[in-house]
């Protein structure tokens, strides 16, 4: 699907990805902060020849006819489908604000550490459940995605974001579930 379009579809940065995949899917705080689907997932070029290039490790020998074409470079990083995506800390470092944004070819290796699927550091809580959905990190644009810290927190901010008790019923003085989470 994406190896036989890129051919067509050459920069065109994330209007390329939306002939297909339509915006409304992607409405959390990075839209709102101007991020396109290329600065996560790489321009179509690139995320065509990622799995391109990880089909030719498995010898579909069909990949290189669109790999000639392509001709991504050296940078380019083997992924599967589904199983190796963007990952958060390729720009935020340690959980900080970003002073780079190195996502694409930076995906997560294993498939437990895909977003949907990993935890913090105390390995009980999924990330998804204080920052929500990959495309709709809190605070959303719209209200209809931030219905849960609305409810539980009556604010926008991400769960637990300047308020702890909203989980815990003691006074919390570390940031137990991982580095720079606020404890204010
Ligand atoms: C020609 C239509 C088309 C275009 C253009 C397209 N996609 Fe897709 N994409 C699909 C379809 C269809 C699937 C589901 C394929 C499947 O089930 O195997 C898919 C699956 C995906 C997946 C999940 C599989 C994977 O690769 O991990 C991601 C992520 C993705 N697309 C991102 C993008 C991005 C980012 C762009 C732009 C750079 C883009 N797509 C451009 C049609 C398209
Ligand atoms: C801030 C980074 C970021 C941006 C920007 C972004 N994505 Fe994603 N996307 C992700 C992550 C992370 C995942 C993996 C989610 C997971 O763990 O299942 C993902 C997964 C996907 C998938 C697979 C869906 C699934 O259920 O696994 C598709 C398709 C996709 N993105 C398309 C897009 C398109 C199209 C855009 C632009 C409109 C876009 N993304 C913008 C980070 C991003
Ligand atoms: C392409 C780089 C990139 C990737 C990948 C990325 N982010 Fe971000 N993120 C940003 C940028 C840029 C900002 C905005 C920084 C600012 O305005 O201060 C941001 C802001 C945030 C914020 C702050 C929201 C607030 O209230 O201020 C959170 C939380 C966040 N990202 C979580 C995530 C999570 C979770 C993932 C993985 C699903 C992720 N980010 C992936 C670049 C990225
Ligand atoms: C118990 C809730 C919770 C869990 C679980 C959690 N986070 Fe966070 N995270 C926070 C809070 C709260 C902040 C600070 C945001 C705020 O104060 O609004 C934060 C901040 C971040 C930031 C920094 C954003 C910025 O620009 O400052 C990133 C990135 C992030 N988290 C990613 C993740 C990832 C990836 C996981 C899973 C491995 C995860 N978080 C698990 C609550 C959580
Ligand atoms: C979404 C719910 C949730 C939120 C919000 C939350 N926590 Fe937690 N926290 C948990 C869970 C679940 C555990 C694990 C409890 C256990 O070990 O039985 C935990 C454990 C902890 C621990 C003990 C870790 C250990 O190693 O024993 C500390 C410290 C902590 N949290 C701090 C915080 C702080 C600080 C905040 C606010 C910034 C916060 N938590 C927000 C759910 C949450």
Redesign the pocket.
């Known amino acids: 699907m994406h190896g036989f379009h890129a051919v067509y579809l050459k920069d065109r940065g994330q209007d390329a990805c939306t002939f297909c995949h339509e915006t409304p899917m992607y409405r959390g705080f990075h839209a709102d902060a101007a991020l396109e689907c290329d600065d996560c997932h790489g321009d179509m070029t690139t995320h065509a020849s990622s799995l391109l290039l990880s089909e030719k490790d498995e010898g579909k020998e069909q990949s290189d006819k669109y790999l000639r074409i392509l001709a991504p470079g050296e940078e380019v990083t083997p992924r599967r489908p589904w199983t190796q995506e963007p990952s958060c800390t390729a720009c935020h470092e340690n959980f900080e604000a970003p002073y780079e944004l190195n996502a694409p070819n930076n995906w997560n290796e294993e498939e437990a550490s895909l977003y949907r699927l990993n935890v913090d550091d ?1 390995g ?2 999924p990330c998804a ?2 920052h929500s959905a990959p495309h709709a990190i809190y605070p959303a644009i719209s209200d209809t995605d931030n219905i849960q810290p609305l409810q539980y927190m009556d604010d926008v901010r991400t ?6 008790a ?3 019923d003691m006074e ?6 991982h580095p720079g ?3 204010e």
């Open positions: 105390t009980m809580v459940a204080c769960i637990g974001g300047g308020n702890c909203v989980c815990h919390m003085d570390y940031p137990a579930h989470m606020g404890v």
